[in-house]
Every structure is written in C-alpha cells, then in structure tokens.
C-alpha cells in the first residue's frame, strides 16, 4: 500500500479538524443558544456515533475500500456545506451527524486498508495521521485569515464554503487518481461478527482507559482558566506545541507498538500518563503544565495506536470494519461516562481532583490490563470467535 495516494485528499478534507471543536461552542452560543443545548448536541453526537458504527461497520466490510473512501469524503464535503448554512441549532446537528458518518468510514476503510497490504498497523495509522495533521495546521492558518477579516458568524460561513470546495476537489481527485486498494471484491459476510473472547477483554479494558481519558479531557480548558487565569492567547501556548511536533512523528509513534510489544507499548503509556497528571494536578504555573501535557499526549497516541493494533491483530479481513466498528464504540461509551464524572468531580471536589482520581486510576487499573490486554505471544495464537 503507498499511503501516498492518499496524501492529498486527507490533507483536503481535514482543514477544520482543530478550529472546528474550538469554534463550534462559541458559534452556537452566538446563534443565541445555551451551553446546556450545546451540551445535548454533544451528546446527540455520541449516542448516534454508537449507532452509526455498529451499521457501518458491516457495511463497510461488503463494499471496496475504494468506494468506502469515495463514500467518505462525499460526506466530508456534503458536511462542511452544511456547516456553512447552517444558521440553526438543527442544521448544525445534521452537519455533526453527516460529519461524524464521514469519519466513521474513513477511519473503517483506513484500517481495513492496511489490514489488506498486511503492514503494521500503528505504523501506517501514524504515516495516515500525520498527512491529516498537516492539514488541521494549513485550516488553522486560513482560520485566522478569516476571522482576523469578518465576525465569528459571517467568518463561519466563509470558513466551511473554503472547506467544503477543498474536500470537493478531494472527492474529484479520488475520481482521477488510480486504485488506492487492491481489494476489489471482498468477502461477503454470511454471519454476524462475533468479537472473540481475547478482543473483549481489550474492548473492556478500552472503556476503562477512554472514561478515565474523557474524566481529565473534558476540564482542560476550564482547569487552565481557574488555576491560571489563562484567557485565548495563552491557552495557544498549551495547543501549539502539540500541533506543531504531531505531524512529523505520528508514524514513529505508532511504530513503538507494532516493535516493541502492544501490551508493553499500552500499560508503559498509562503509567507515564498516571505520573503526568499528578504534574498537572499540581503544576505551579502554565508552562510547565503545558509541558507535561505534550508529554501525556505523545505517550496518549503512542497508547491509542496499539491499543488498535492489538484489537485488529488476528481478525479476518473480511470482517475488519465491523469489528472495529464494535471496538470503537467502546470510546463512545467511556467518554459519556467520563465526560460527566469529571464535570462532576470539578464542580464537587475541586479543580485538581479529576486529575488526581485519574492518576489512582491508572495505577489500579495497570495489573488488570496485564491480564486483559494479550502479550505477543498470545497474539500469535489463533482464537476463534464464540
């Protein structure tokens, strides 16, 4: 597989990946809705999110890959249109939900890609990535030439017609371009996938991870605000290092997993970011905190990418989008209980306890991913589905 290919159209589509969750609170709020309805639009977000992979994930698997990726960026760009008009609190829904699908199915078909060519699959998420993170860097650039020229509303529209015609021109190049996968006709499924027994042990173990993940993620930017008094210009410094370092080591990331062990790779990271946030939790001054943010983050990719590696490992071609799909879902689940325990904790308990209950956390729960998550010598080991 030459990810190659591939470079361009990712870097169309993926202009709005940063401004887009920045500006999406702060545009509803100016079409005169509340936090609390933006709230439920997250949460609409997630529960149809659950839905959606557990139908695409099946598709996803009858079809090429080819016309999988096809599918995706038509919603990608049919998204960032609707986001352009979108003047009401329904149609900016419509635009997450259409988005949201898109992304599903990029994801599914770039997984079952490289399942396909038969590489490792951190590795090559990581090479993917960093072709759309190159993009995230160029839409954050036309996002500040933009804005720096109109208002927030009228910049919007402006912001996704940009977008939208950008991602067009990602459809046509798909069109043009040769055969990105050599898997013209897949296996049919016959029988829905069964998650084998060793696929749901890291599934559980996955929801612990991604509702201790979400408990800490969702004070970030309230934290920074409290304990520092950060307004938008410093909270940049937080952001910027981070989107400027992910680019250029996403690949060498995701290699740490498929090289040295997925399991090493997962309960290492965990540990690395159980002692960051106690950092945070007590950081005197937002420089260091920023700091050992960037940290937590290399190590929190390092651990998402062979979290995925391990997942997949094993699992027949034929049914690599549904079982992921399956997989995936169980980020959705950990973030709506996380999100809520760590609002819960702030507003309770105070501003550090969400990263302190974090850090208990990880350390409890790192003996039992010694026994959920396999070794590679399990892994080597066949296991059928039950």
Known sequence: MKHQQLTIPLMLISLPGIFLWVLLPIYIKELGYTTFQYSITVSILSFTQIILKIVLGRVSDRHSRQRIFLCAFVCFTAAYFIYAAATTLFTVIAAIIVHGTAGILLTMALVGLISDSNQKLGQQMGAFDSKR????????????????????????????????????????YMLKSPQVAHEENPTQMKEKTKLSIR??????????????????????????????????ELMTVVFLIPMLIFP?????????????????????????????AIGLAFSPSLVLFAIICTIMDL?????SYALDGVFITGTPKSQIGDAYGKFSISNNL?????????????DTFG?????????????????IGVYLIPSSKEQSGQERPV
């Open 133 to 172: 993170q190159i993009g995230c860097l160029v839409g954050v650039g036309i996002c500040y030439l933009v804005l720096s020229n109109s208002g927030l509303v009228q910049g919007w529209s402006v912001l996704f017609l940009i977008c939208g015609t950008a991602a067009l021109f990602g459809c046509v």
């Open 199 to 232: 696929q749901r042990k890291i599934w559980y173990y996955n929801i612990c991870l991604s509702t201790l993940s979400a408990m800490s993620g969702i004070i970030f930017i309230p934290y920074m605000q409290k304990m520092y008094g950060a307004n938008i």
């Open 248 to 276: 250029f080591v996403s690949s060498k990331l995701g290699r740490v997993g498929d090289r040295y062990g997925y399991r090493r790779a997962i309960l290492r990271s965990a540990a690395v970011c159980s002692v960051g």
């Open 299 to 303: 190590f929190s990719v390092i651990q």
């Open 334 to 346: 950990g973030g709506m209980a996380g999100a809520a325990l760590g609002g819960y904790l702030f």
């Open 351 to 367: 501003p550090n306890m969400p990263y302190i209950v974090f850090s208990v956390m990880m350390i409890i729960i790192l003996p």
